[in-house]
């Protein structure tokens, strides 16, 4: 069987992954555990320690972040050159642009039936709902928008339920290069690590 850890960023990403993975993966030959950490310089600080620290044969490892107002490819090869010192360079590093919330920002239809949130859906027809990832404060967005409802944990929590997985149902790119790189690595394998 296949491992997959993921290393995250705050308690909420790991809360939508628990949610989420498993409509994503094939249960019945990967396994995966996702590890928080209290914000990214954490996550930094900790990330080559955690990865060699880890002995289970066959895992394959992916780093999730946000970007928040940082340079997405600074991130990127800040993190990878810390997963080339952990031994683990095929490790998956993915950003989410500016932050998780963009990936529900992406899917609106998914946003109305998380929070009982009447006519939101359509609001992803309007310019700045159509690329989310480009939205300077997607959490603000997502209290905005559901009234005062959304909060990081609870909303991470319903969210992972109602995210539709159809290639095109989400608007978020950094959500969909996320998915096809986790999917990627499983057929890649076919669901077990060489």
């Known amino acids: 069987m296949m491992t997959l850890v993921f290393l995250l960023e705050e308690p909420s990403a790991k809360i939508l992954l628990e949610g989420l993975l498993p409509r994503v993966l094939p249960m019945d030959r990967v396994e995966f555990h996702c590890v928080a950490f209290e914000g990214k310089q954490d996550l930094e600080k900790q990330i080559v320690r955690k990865i060699r620290g880890w002995r289970k044969p066959n895992t394959r490892f992916i780093v999730l972040r946000d970007q928040n107002s940082a340079d997405c490819r600074d991130v990127k090869s800040r993190l990878a050159e810390l997963c080339q010192e952990a031994n683990r360079p095929d490790t998956l590093i993915r950003i989410a642009c500016r932050e998780i919330e963009s990936w529900y920002l992406g899917d609106l239809e998914a946003v109305q039936q998380a929070f009982a949130a009447r006519g939101v859906a359509r609001l992803q027809r309007q ?15 997502m209290q905005s928008i559901t009234k005062g409802e959304y909060q990081k944990i609870s909303g991470a929590r319903i969210m992972a339920q109602h995210l539709r997985l159809r290639e095109g149902d989400n608007k978020s790119h950094s959500f969909r290069i996320f998915i096809s790189g986790v999917t990627g690595i499983v057929q890649q394998s076919g669901g077990a690590s060489q």
Do not use: A, M
């Open 127 to 141: 310019r700045k709902f159509r690329d989310p990832d480009r939205l300077g404060s997607p959490s603000r967005e």
